[in-house]
Structure formats: structure tokens, C-alpha cells
């Protein structure tokens, strides 16, 4: 059974940085696609950074140059490293994996960006 379980979101001020975790379990991590996402009442959910199985990665234009996706094989975790935080970052952040072609999402976790 397919889990995905998102952690570190939190209240941080503007120019902080936050690392969120997404715990795996249930299928081979390192074997499959997979990604952050953002939510927020004033957007869509909108793709963050992807990381594929090879460890290539891409960001979404905002987040490009401040936010480091990474895997931790070790741990079946992926996690998201963020920095230079601005307000337009607070929303609540998904891990989104692609498991046989079927897509699975975490609950979420809240990142609020002020002061």
C-alpha cells in the first residue's frame, strides 16, 4: 500500500528557510518519478520540483535558484529545501509520486510565510 506522508511545514518569516520531508513506504522509492507541490486559496495546485529516478531534477520559475529537491535513499524520504522565503511561498505543500502510472499524494503539509 502506497504511503506518502508530508512533515516540517510551519510558520517561518519572510527570508527563512524550511526543509519539508515526505516519508515513503509501500513501493521502491528510488524507482519512480516524483514531485512537490503548492496549494494556496489564490492558485491552483501548481508543480514546485520534480525529481525523477535518474536524479534529474527541474523547479518551477519561482522556485528555481531557492528550493533544493532531494532523495534520501536511506530513509525513503524526499524532501524539499527552501529558502529566501517570501509570502507568495505560504500554501500547503503535497508530495506527489507516479506508482505504476497511478498518482499518489500525500495529505499535506502548511507552510505559512510572514512576519
Known amino acids: 500500500q502506497v504511503r506518502l506522508v508530508e512533515s516540517g511545514g510551519g510558520l517561518v518569516q519572510p527570508g527563512g528557510s524550511l526543509t519539508l520531508s515526505c516519508e515513503a513506504s509501500?513501493?521502491?522509492?528510488?524507482?519512480?518519478i516524483m514531485w512537490w507541490y503548492r496549494e494556496s486559496p489564490e492558485k491552483n495546485r501548481e508543480m514546485v520540483a520534480?525529481?525523477?529516478?535518474?536524479?534529474?531534477?527541474r523547479y518551477s520559475d519561482s522556485a528555481n535558484g531557492r528550493f533544493l529537491i532531494s532523495r534520501d535513499m536511506d530513509k525513503s524520504t524526499l524532501k524539499l529545501y527552501m529558502s529566501a522565503l517570501t509570502p507568495d511561498d505560504t500554501g500547503v505543500y503535497y508530495c506527489?509520486?507516479?506508482?505504476?502510472?497511478?498518482?499518489?499524494w500525500g495529505q499535506g503539509t502548511q507552510v505559512t510565510v510572514s512576519s
Open positions: 506527489k509520486g507516479a506508482i505504476d502510472m497511478i498518482d499518489y
Open positions: 509501500g513501493f521502491k522509492f528510488g524507482h519512480y
Open positions: 520534480e525529481m525523477t529516478s535518474l536524479g534529474g531534477t
